[in-house]
């Protein structure tokens, strides 16, 4: 009933900049909130930020001032990362708490977008 794709990872040097995108659709009467986590290999998934829907976020302290959530409309959540370091490294997964026209809320998951900051 949801779908969520993200874009815009890859590779980036140490230092640089990257910007992912995630756009939600599908049967949706409102969203709650967006959100990115991200995965590590042999890590647990973990919170990098999440934007409510009476615009508050939260990021994670290891990112903090170096990463922007952002939302341009309803349905799509951005994530500006800067000043990257080889720990980013890792699959971010977009989440989104949504309310569908059929169900009530429910949190749903993007595939995933691979980040890698390698020099």
């Known amino acids: 009933q949801v779908q969520l794709v993200e874009s815009g990872g890859g590779l980036v040097q140490p230092g640089g900049s990257l910007r992912l995108s995630c756009a939600a659709s599908?049967?949706?009467?409102?969203?709650?909130?967006m959100g990115w986590y991200r995965q590590a290999p042999g890590k647990e998934r973990e919170l990098a930020a999440i934007?409510?829907?009476?615009?508050?976020s939260r990021y994670a302290d290891s990112v903090k001032d170096r990463f922007i959530i952002s939302r341009d409309n309803a349905t799509t959540v951005h994530l500006q990362m800067s000043s990257l370091k080889p720990e980013d490294t890792a699959v971010y997964y977009c989440?989104?708490?949504?309310?569908?026209?059929?169900?009530?809320?429910?949190?749903?998951w993007g595939q995933g977008t691979r980040v890698t900051v390698s020099s």
């Open positions: 934007m409510y829907s009476g615009g508050g």
């Open positions: 989440l989104a708490a949504i309310t569908t026209t059929s169900f009530g809320n429910h949190n749903y």
């Open positions: 599908g049967s949706i009467f409102s969203i709650n909130s």
